[in-house]
């Protein structure tokens, strides 16, 4: 009988119960999940970003579909645009790595770290990472924040 493959255990309390309701949530597998939460503490922390942010626009922008794609060319878990971030690619290993969930997500954490920089807020950030800059509204970056509540809601209500 061949040995089954099961993800370990998250070490950290709070990046399991993360993957348990985004897995729920999003209805995609456990291990693919925890795979996304432990991505995107690692490319949170390397940028210096909260790993719920981080979260917040995959939920956003792809709903957790690492193969997503939009109209305006947006790619993957984070909708990273390639011909915006050619310099950051070609670094990284050329476009391809796109659709790879670990780099998609690495890569996005560092472009929306460079976004909140230049604009000097976390919504303003955001908003520059969705093309909106100009929306006084700032109506993605609400959605992003809304969602960031939930998640932390989620972990906090156990």
Same mark, same amino acid.
């Given at each position: 009988m061949p040995a089954e493959r099961f993800a370990?255990?998250?070490a950290d309390p709070?990046?399991?119960?993360l993957t348990k309701y985004l897995s729920r949530r999003f209805l995609i %597998?456990?291990? &693919?999940?925890? !795979?996304m939460v432990d991505a995107a503490y690692r490319a949170a922390r390397d940028v210096g970003l909260d790993p719920y942010l981080?979260?917040?626009v995959i939920a956003i922008e792809s709903g957790f579909n690492p193969i997503a794609e939009s109209v305006m060319g947006a790619k993957g878990l984070m909708q990273i645009i390639p011909k915006y971030h050619q310099r950051l690619l070609v670094a990284h290993g050329g476009e391809a790595v796109i659709w790879?969930?670990?780099?998609?997500? %690495?890569?996005? &954490?560092?472009? !929306?770290?460079?976004?909140?920089?230049?604009?000097g807020t976390i919504e303003a950030g955001l908003q520059y990472y969705n093309g909106a800059l100009s929306d006084a509204s700032a109506q993605y970056a609400s959605r992003?924040?809304?969602?960031?509540?939930?998640?932390?809601?989620?972990?906090?209500?156990?």
């Open positions: 370990p255990p998250l709070t990046q399991a119960m %597998a456990d291990e &693919a999940a925890g !795979l981080v979260l917040a790879d969930p670990e780099a998609n997500i %690495a890569l996005g &954490a560092r472009i !929306l770290q460079e976004y909140v920089y230049r604009a992003v924040m809304a969602e960031r509540e939930r998640l932390l809601e989620a972990v906090q209500g156990g």
